[in-house]
Structure formats: structure tokens, C-alpha cells
């Protein structure tokens, strides 16, 4: 799973993270908690432009 920096204090499985943490999360959590993590808006072009891949084929 990649890792990803948190900009906003999160509150994620029972643990408290603040910002400068980094948290190791599955794709779907990152989109979910998006607006604390940094690196997210990357994984979303990528998913994006593979779907559009996709649907070509």
C-alpha cells in the first residue's frame, strides 16, 4: 500500500494523525480521506486516465 503525507490532523481506524505523519492506506481510503492527504489528487489523474484507457479498448 503507498504512503501518503497527512496535511490536516485525520482520525482514521481508531488512531489520531497529525500533520507532517505519513499513513499507509489502500487506494479507496486515500480518495476517501483525500482532503487530509497529500498526493492524492496523482492517484486520481492515474485512475482517470486508466479508465479512459480502458473504455478505448
Not at 32 to 39: I, P, Q, R
Not at 40 to 57: F, H, N, T, W
Amino acid at each position: 500500500m503507498p504512503k501518503y503525507l497527512i496535511t490536516h490532523e485525520l482520525h482514521h481506524n481508531g488512531k489520531i494523525f497529525s500533520p507532517g505523519d505519513w499513513v499507509e492506506v489502500s487506494e479507496a481510503a486515500a480518495l476517501h480521506l483525500s482532503s487530509c492527504l497529500e498526493g492524492v489528487d496523482e492517484l486520481r489523474a492515474e485512475l482517470v486516465e486508466s479508465d479512459a484507457k480502458k473504455a478505448k479498448s
